[in-house]
């Protein structure tokens, strides 16, 4: 099992700059573990969407085309920790954001087998 606690969730202005955070655990992870982590948000009345995913050892990292420019997803294996920058937010980014963890490159949420508890991000205008 892979276990995922986020934070950094809150409250930001429009325009401003947040980062959240995922550290992941469990018998399923490695420093050596060749899947990949991965950012999902979900607003209210919306499907959940993809956000940005990176692969734990090769570090090829994939975004949606509405966060491209803006957010950054890093990560830092020795501290077992995925990162995502975000700059230049908007209202409409407005939303729970979840971790995940998956084995394969894909926007799908069927595709990623474990998931946070969600933090959540509210971008005022």
Known sequence: QVQLVESGGGLVQAGDSHWLSCEASGRAFSSRWM?????????????????????WVGGIADYADSVKGRFTISKVNA????YLQMNGLKPDDTAVYYCAAGSRRSASPRNYDYWGQGAQVTVLS
């Open 79 to 82: 501290k077992n920790t995925v």
């Open 35 to 55: 899947g990949l982590l991965g950012w999902f948000r979900q607003a209210p009345g919306k499907e959940r969407e993809f956000v940005a995913s990176i692969h």
